[in-house]
């Protein structure tokens, strides 16, 4: 299967007064043609600013070193310009809080001309386009003469949608997609990015959450981050059934489950806090945390490694030469 998106010790960094943040510290992973990818990992774990970076890159972010190609695109070091004219057409994004990308002030149509501009189309190309893609979404066409507040919310993740993907981008990355909605306008948003990757309407799709439930619907396969590193990587149903990585077994676990009574079991959690980036813990970096800690752990980074079929796993407690339990 064609590789659409590739990354190898990919590293982002913000640049402060006190050092640099070390938000994204050496990444490796591809994405193959027609995947939905979840990534999943705690607040702050390194995730948004992954998937920001490659579309867009703006101070005090700093790409460090390694590689991220979409396709034969080279995204490290791509000028701003080449940058602006793949960002829709080759790869695009659903931000978070999409809810709110809209202004208000302005009708659809009026995005719909700035879009022709940026991309020097003819406006009537793109409303043609958007009208097509809006009927596929389920969106009437009168929305192009609505302003977005005159939309529900579901409508306006809608139109959201419909403009991220009015050029057929070989990739396309939701940050959050559903995290604002309704249950019910939650399912019909998953069912919507599904669908829009087995029409062939995108190439494949990152969807960024930490609702593991949602993820568990569409992905194909889920990247685990923990403190700006890949822990673990598997098909879905291996990942959520059977986690391998500690980090990957608490975020499984604190997930509520119905029929539990909440007020007489406690909710599994994870203890502590991610770490400060700017001065990540040596060793593995979610050894302050894990249950399992060796002493190994606190002094040598376990490397992303297969541990069976298509399973990848950062942890000693895998590897033959791992230390003494502590
Ligand atoms: Fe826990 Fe050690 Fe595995 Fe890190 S390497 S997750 S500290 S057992």
């Known amino acids: 299967m064609e590789t659409i998106l590739e990354l190898e010790d990919y590293k982002v960094y913000y640049k402060t007064l006190s050092g640099y943040v070390r938000a994204v510290d050496g990444v490796s992973f591809t994405i193959k043609k027609g995947e ?131 050029f057929s981008p070989d990739l396309l990355i939701a940050d959050e997609p559903t995290s604002a909605l309704d249950v019910t306008t939650q399912r019909h948003v998953l069912e919507l990015l599904a669908e829009l990757r087995d029409t062939g309407i995108i190439g494949s799709l990152i969807f960024v959450t930490h609702d593991i439930a949602s993820v568990r619907q569409i992905a194909d396969k889920i990247i685990v981050m923990y403190a700006g590193k890949v822990v673990e990587i598997g098909e879905t149903e291996d990942i959520v059934t059977d986690p391998k990585h500690p980090y990957t077994r608490k975020l499984i676990e604190a997930v509520p489950k119905l029929g539990i009574n909440y007020k007489k079991k406690r909710l599994s959690g994870l203890p502590g806090s991610p770490p400060s980036l700017l001065n990540p813990p040596p060793g593995c970096r979610f050894h302050p945390r894990c249950p399992l800690v060796m002493a190994t752990c606190k002094t040598r980074e376990p490397p992303l490694k297969p541990l069976n079929g298509t399973r990848l796993v950062a942890c000693w407690l895998y590897d033959q030469s791992k230390g003494e339990q502590s």
Do not use: H
Not at 41 to 57: A, D, P, Q
């Open 36 to 166: 939905i990818v979840g990534l999943i990992g705690e607040s702050g774990c390194g995730k948004s600013t992954l998937i920001m970076s490659l579309v867009i890159r703006k101070p005090p972010m700093i790409v460090m070193g390694g590689k991220a190609r979409l396709k034969s695109i080279d995204l490290v070091n791509i000028s701003e310009k080449e940058r602006r004219r793949i960002l829709l057409t080759k790869i695009s994004i659903i931000p978070q809080y999409a809810l709110d990308a809209l202004p208000t002030i302005k009708k659809i149509k009026t995005f719909l001309k700035d879009i022709a501009k940026d991309k020097g189309v003819p406006e009537e190309e793109v409303l043609e386009k958007f009208i097509e893609r809006a009927r596929i979404i389920g969106l009437p066409s009168e929305v192009v003469n609505m302003y977005p507040i005159e939309l529900s919310g579901g409508m306006r993740q809608r139109v959201v949608i419909t403009l991220a993907t009015i």
